[in-house]
């Protein structure tokens, strides 16, 4: 009797109690999947967690020839750097500049995939479908530099077809990319041009698999082609565009260093000089190794920030999230 | 047994080409001792540079190199960009991963010094005893004086090549003869002249500019016509000059400047120009004049002879002032270069015993005239008075040099190595008669040199200060530009403004305690 009321008892115990069994019978039973993700853990493992203990050069006097190890602390216990960099003069210049030029990436131009995809997703003819596509695509492929070389031909001040344009109205050249004014709408709307195409794949994609017969039915009931996009296709795209709404919040503190560094010049450095470039010119040009570390650690925590925070504030009102 | 021996055949053939016209190495080392491989990277190094057109052909140092001390020179990287370069190697030296020998310029040298990744000089003084020899007692405390990093040492094997003046005005003859102009000797008369030529061809942009950034080329065409001195007292006013760009001269200069470009003088778009822009203006004849060097008059000859067939550049012997009252200045002749091969801590063992010794050979008489002229009865031949004569063919200071098709080119002979020989500078000096002209003129001097040392602590807080420089630079760009104009008071106030907020005060003091301690003041 006592044997069975045991037998039956534990039976009956609450799963969660044999946690690590169940977490071994998990394992066992999913073995060929973990196999299949084991490869792309261990690559992140060693290319992306393993590296992070190099961080620790941004509390250290690092220099050339000495190994991690054999660096020196920092003085203020190892935050003599991020002190230093709150003392630049110029850091709320950068840090505005940063997130003000992720803010108008945001405002202006992410939405441009969303909208190209929404209308080729209405074309009806595949040849002309593809052939927009292909357009639209290519200049993503330009090399960055390419694209820079391009960019200033175009608004040189004595020979661009800018220029030359504006002349036909009467109005006296502009030199485009001297001026700090119009630095963040170059680089906004030239972003624009070469990634447009190439970011709306992903939404493509995403309409490719909306039902049709919504759209039958939608059409049924009476509606046009604006009402579908605004009733059926944006919203089967919504849980894709905030997910990478989220992704893109947590690159607020990220910018474009290497196009901005082809474009700008000390004559545009108010609006165009970043934390991005700064870290370029004191880490690589006047190789302060362990402050541009330092710098590059803060603009990573901020950004994580920005990425929890974003996560977090989606998942409270769309209950969308990427975690 | 036919088929087998066919193969038979066939695989010692194989074997005999493999080791001899697929054989790389070139000819056995020196005493059969093993090659040893030694990491260079270089800015255009005579030890790997490859010479003439065809880029795949090795330089006469690296293949003498490899047969005559055994040493393979592995290039890991040739640029011609400094700035690349240059940040390429502070990227290396934090990967811990750089070269054995860095051949670049030696103002770089310091940093790196400090980082403890170079080795300095005074160590191998005894293994390379002719080092020593090239320079005499005056010369090797300048050189200090100069070249020494903050511990005092030298950490370049700089070369004993004196640096004479090297650049001068050259403009296209054949267009000043039939507009009645001359070459001008003041700023005022070379604005006059400009005018001239723009108002003859108001589709020229007159006054050249060649390479990447040139905006900044053209400060340093006017620096010695404004006798504008930096970080030191400056001999006209007895003040001393920390930051040169906060002075009245300066304030000339950008006068000046905003006065060029606002005539339509320089091209609109120097500031944002890259080289092929600039020379496409002198391809299509439309510069008259530039600052330059000698055998820079042939080649905008040849680049503009397919537009103006009978055109004619030549090199002026005045150079141009804006205070004609005073001596216009031109660059102090230095016993040294600025460009010098250096050794890293990676460089152990055979390998630097190896480099050493082709160092110390290069500062022979025989090395360095090898370096500078090749060798006797292939390149050069000495006359009867005992004054070399170059062949023709690799007379590179010859009147029509750097023709884009010259032959001379395939064998370029005009990179000393280490040392000058003694020969081939007199030869030098007398194939090319501008500097003597330019030194003897009564009405020029050399500008004066000093060379003030920080202290690490000094360095430390000047490089803190470094956003100064970013404003120097903005302000000066729209100076010139014609954003502000520096003639209003207004406008040089909000300069000077701006730059005491970025740290002008504190620079010029710690500048100023530098050049007194260095000069005893």
């Known amino acids: 009797m006592k044997n069975m009321a045991k037998e039956i008892a534990l039976k009956n115990k609450p799963q969660q109690d044999n946690w690590v069994i169940n977490t071994l019978h998990g394992i066992r039973k999913t073995r060929y999947l973990q196999l299949l993700v084991l490869p792309g853990l261990i690559f992140f493992l060693i290319f992306h967690y393993v590296p992070m203990y190099g961080a620790i050069i941004a509390f250290k006097n690092f220099r050339g020839g000495m190994t991690l190890g054999g660096a020196p602390w920092a003085e203020n216990f190892g935050f003599e750097h991020f002190i230093r960099f709150f003392k630049y003069p110029d850091v709320w210049k950068i840090i505005r500049n940063t997130l003000l030029l992720n803010l108008y990436g945001i405002v202006f131009s992410f939405w441009v995939p969303i909208m190209i995809a929404l209308f080729i997703n209405e074309l009806n003819s595949v040849l002309y479908k593809k052939s927009i596509q292909t357009i639209i695509f290519l200049p993503h492929f330009i090399a960055l530099p390419a694209m820079v070389g391009i960019l200033f031909l175009i608004l040189s001040p004595t020979d661009g077809m800018v220029n030359q344009i504006l002349a036909v109205f009467g109005i006296k050249p502009i030199y485009f990319m001297l001026k700090s004014e119009w630095f963040r709408p170059v680089y906004i709307t030239s972003g624009i041009w070469q990634g447009a195409g190439w970011g709306c794949i992903i939404y493509l994609a995403a309409l490719s698999r909306v039902d049709p017969e919504l759209y039958e039915s939608a059409i049924m009931d009476g509606a046009n082609r604006i009402r579908q996009m605004w009733h059926i296709s944006l919203p089967s795209i919504m849980p894709t565009i905030i997910i990478l709404l989220i992704l893109r919040m947590g690159r607020m503190m990220a910018s474009g260093t290497g196009k901005i560094l082809l474009m700008y010049s000390p004559l545009t450095y108010e609006t165009a000089d970043v934390i991005g470039t700064y870290l370029f010119r004191r880490g690589i040009i006047y190789a302060e190794y362990s402050y541009a570390a330092a710098v590059g650690l803060i603009n990573s925590v901020i950004n994580a920030l920005f990425l929890v925070g974003a996560n977090w504030l989606s998942k409270r009102t769309t209950k969308e999230s990427l975690w | 047994m036919k088929l087998l021996g066919k193969c038979l055949f066939l695989f010692s053939a194989l074997l005999i080409l493999q080791g001899t016209v697929f054989a790389t190495g070139g000819a056995e080392p020196p005493g059969g001792q093993e090659l040893v491989t030694i990491s260079i990277m270089s800015h255009g190094s005579y030890l790997v540079l490859p010479y003439g057109p065809e880029k795949n052909k090795e330089g006469r140092w690296k293949v003498r190199a490899r047969e005559e001390f055994g040493i393979d020179f592995d290039l890991w990287d040739w640029t ?75 950490y370049a094997w700089e070369g004993n090549w004196p640096a004479a003046p090297a650049r001068f005005w050259i403009y296209r003859k054949t267009a000043f003869d039939k507009m009645g102009l001359e070459c001008p000797t003041t700023t005022d008369q070379l604005l006059q002249v400009l005018k001239v030529i723009k108002k003859e061809n108001p589709d020229s942009l007159p006054f050249g500019t060649r390479g990447k950034g040139e905006a900044s080329y053209i400060y340093g065409y006017f620096t010695f016509p404004f006798r504008i001195m930096g970080n030191c007292y400056d001999p006209d006013t007895g003040d001393f000059v920390g930051v040169e760009q906060a002075t009245d001269k300066y304030r000339d200069m950008m006068k000046y400047f905003n006065t060029m470009y606002a005539e339509g003088y320089i091209d609109p778009a120097i500031a944002t120009n890259k080289r092929p822009q600039n020379e496409a203006n002198f391809a299509n004849a439309k510069t008259y004049i530039w600052f330059s060097w000698p055998n820079r008059a042939n080649w905008a000859e040849e680049l503009q002879k397919k537009v103006v067939p009978d055109v004619k550049w030549v090199v002026s012997e005045k150079l141009i002032t804006a205070y004609p009252d005073k001596k216009c200045y031109y660059q102090a002749r230095l016993p040294f270069d600025g460009f010098a091969v250096t050794l890293t801590d990676k460089l152990k063992g055979e390998k630097l015993d190896r480099m050493l010794k082709l160092i110390d050979y290069q500062c022979t008489e025989e090395g360095a005239r090898w370096s500078g002229l090749g060798a006797e009865g292939v390149h050069y031949s000495i006359d009867d008075k005992g004054v070399i004569q170059p062949f023709e063919k690799y007379n590179i200071w010859g009147p029509d040099y750097d023709n884009l098709n010259d032959p001379r080119k395939q064998d370029q002979i005009d990179h000393a190595a280490v040392a000058q020989s003694k020969a081939f500078f007199a030869w030098f000096m007398r194939e090319n008669p501008y500097p003597k002209i330019i030194m003897e003129d009564p009405a020029n001097e050399p500008q004066p040199l000093f060379f003030p040392r920080l202290t690490e602590e000094e360095g430390k807080k000047l490089a803190d200060l470094s956003i100064i420089w970013d404003k120097t630079t903005e302000w000066y760009l729209k100076f010139l530009l014609g954003m502000e104009d520096p003639n209003d008071d207004a406008v040089w106030s909000e300069y000077l403004g701006e730059l005491k907020k970025a740290g002008l005060d504190e620079v010029v003091q710690i500048r100023k305690t530098a050049f007194d301690r260095t000069y005893g003041k």
């Open chain 2, 80 to 154: 011609g960009d400094e700035n690349a370069m240059f940040e390429k190697l502070n990227l290396l030296f934090a990967t811990g991963d750089y070269p054995e020998v860095i051949d670049f310029r030696v103002r770089y040298y310091n940093d790196w010094a400090r980082q403890g990744v170079l080795l300095n000089i005074e160590q191998f003084l005894d293994k390379v005893p002719n080092y020593r020899k090239i320079w005499t007692d005056e010369e090797w405390d300048l050189l200090y004086r100069a070249r020494a990093a903050d511990d005092g040492n030298l």
